[in-house]
């Protein structure tokens, strides 16, 4: 908000040198006219917070403030929204700042519009579009300087944070959210200001209440990030939609990815009513739960307690808790336990079964408890189940490494008999891929683990399996 408003100085004199032969024909006609050239000091002071400010690691909003000065327009009120509207590129636009104040000479017949520095120096700033628009509402061709105060509240996060950290080093420029909690990954250099950071993004955020900072220190194995918080409220338990599915989890203690809601909807949009899915890595249920309101049946699995508990919660939730039953395994007991014991009889219906394995660092390993699952006699052509299964990849030919690597662990050559989906770029050169196939009917009633060829090399470099500092987990 405007604080006060200190003088104002009106340069009424004649026009003598206005840049643009098109603009002073527009002008000339007017008998006052006045050029405004900003000082450089002016220009260069506007949006950037006072020098005293540099290298301060708690928060003080008051040293921010400074008083800068801006060009006006005089603006009968009459024409005013219509000025306004016109001059809509050239007005000052910070936050809290009005682009209209009141006019200092005291008359309630006009207003001061507020001009940005950075737009209009002169009258011949103007763009032919607002100088023709300024001259059909008869507005006087004069600048008028005008003493604004900007406060910490009119200045945008990356401002006050450019200002604090030392010059030349990046400022965090971007985070993600999830509910009310944003989370950095903060640099070194950035750690000694990362309360002032947390506070200015709570400030500068509707809605956001918890700021923290993931610390490189990853679960191995249920894949969340350590975290800190940085400012504000220590309550982790965030509350999201997605795709239209509310879900409520730990972010401290659970894996969630608000990237992946695209790939949750591309697989769901493949279930149809009456399906049957495995998921078998579920985290707290964004494949399962919406699978469930969709109309399948579900059995989801995660290792996790903690992400079994937000799963069970989330299925309440949502109301689908009688469409999802809940497993606490590791996968591999999953596949060879509940998918083992529901499947003969699937394979006999017509519904579609779906199996769901996103752990990308490590799912294709997983993919050997597939082998001979099921007795010979079962073997049936129909109704295989189909698997959509996760993996990063490092290499020049992601397709091909992700379907070797599925084959090997198969037994079982997947070539032309898959497809490969690019879900995203996790990394520079590491990317998130999903593998879809039907588990053939060789791997699935084999009953040998060690006969099939895969007939494929098998992959030429192991993935490396923890990656610290990749945010996508
Ligand atoms: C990448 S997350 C995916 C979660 C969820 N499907 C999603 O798309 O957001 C992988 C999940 O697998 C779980 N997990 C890790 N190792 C596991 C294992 N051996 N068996 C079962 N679940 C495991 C983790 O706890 C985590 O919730």
Redesign the pocket.
């Known amino acids: 908000m405007l604080r006060s408003l200190s003088r104002v100085f009106s340069y009424v004199q004649a026009e003598r040198n206005l840049k643009s032969a098109v603009l002073r024909s527009l002008w000339s006609a007017a008998s006052v006219c006045s050029d405004f050239y900003l000082k450089p000091t002016m220009e260069t002071k506007l949006y950037k917070p006072p020098q005293e400010v540099r290298g301060m690691t708690s928060l003080n909003k008051e040293a921010f403030t400074q008083t800068i000065t801006v060009p006006a327009l005089r603006v009968p009120n009459g024409v005013l929204n219509k000025v306004v509207k016109s001059l809509k590129k050239a007005t000052i636009q910070r936050p809290g700042v009005p682009r209209v104040v009141q006019d200092e000479e005291g008359s309630s017949d006009f207003r001061l519009v507020l001009l940005d520095p950075h737009r209009i120096s002169s009258l011949s700033s103007f763009s032919e579009g607002e100088a023709e628009a300024l001259r059909s509402f008869s507005v006087v061709q004069e600048l008028r300087h005008y003493e604004l105060q900007l406060t910490y509240h009119n200045l945008k996060s990356d401002e006050v944070l450019e200002a604090v950290l030392p010059p030349g080093q990046d400022v965090p420029s971007g985070f993600s959210r999830v509910g009310h909690i944003a989370h950095f990954n903060l640099r070194d250099h950035q750690l000694p200001y990362k309360n002032l950071i947390g506070q200015v993004i709570i400030d500068k955020n509707p809605g956001v209440t918890c700021v923290v900072n993931k610390t490189n220190m990853i679960d191995t194995?249920?894949?969340y990030f350590k975290m800190e918080v940085m400012a504000g409220e220590e309550n982790m338990v965030a509350k999201i939609k997605e795709n239209g599915v509310t879900y409520e989890f730990d972010f401290s203690s659970?894996?969630?990815?608000s990237r992946?809601s695209t790939e949750?909807q591309r697989v769901v949009q493949l279930v149809k009513r009456g399906d049957t899915v495995f998921?078998?890595?579920?985290?707290?249920g964004?494949?399962a739960v919406p699978a469930a309101r969709s109309g399948a049946n579900v059995l989801a699995?995660?290792?996790?307690p903690e992400?079994h508990k937000w799963l069970q919660h989330n299925c309440k939730l949502n109301k689908v808790e009688k469409k999802v039953r809940t497993f606490n395994?590791?996968?591999?007991a999953?596949i060879q336990g509940p998918v083992k014991q529901e499947l003969p009889v699937l394979l006999k219906g017509k519904a579609k079964v779906h199996i769901?394995m996103?752990?990308?660092a490590?799912a294709l390993d997983f993919l050997d408890a597939f082998r001979g699952l099921l007795p010979q006699e079962l073997s049936c052509d129909e109704n295989l189940p189909t698997v959509h299964c996760y993996s990063f990849s490092k290499e020049d030919d992601p397709d091909t490494d992700v379907v070797k690597r599925a084959s090997c662990s198969l037994g079982f050559p997947l070539k032309d008999k898959c497809s490969v989906h690019f879900v995203r770029n996790v990394a520079p050169n590491k990317d998130m891929l999903c593998v879809s196939f039907t588990i053939p009917k060789e791997v699935l009633f084999s009953g040998d683990l060690g006969k099939t060829d895969p007939s494929e090399e098998p992959a030429p470099k192991r993935q490396k399996r923890e990656e610290a500092t990749d945010s996508s987990?």
């Open positions: 194995t249920y894949r659970v894996y969630w990815n992946l949750h998921d078998v890595f579920a985290g707290v964004p494949f699995n995660d290792l996790n992400s395994l590791d996968g591999r999953f769901v996103n752990l990308p490590l987990r």
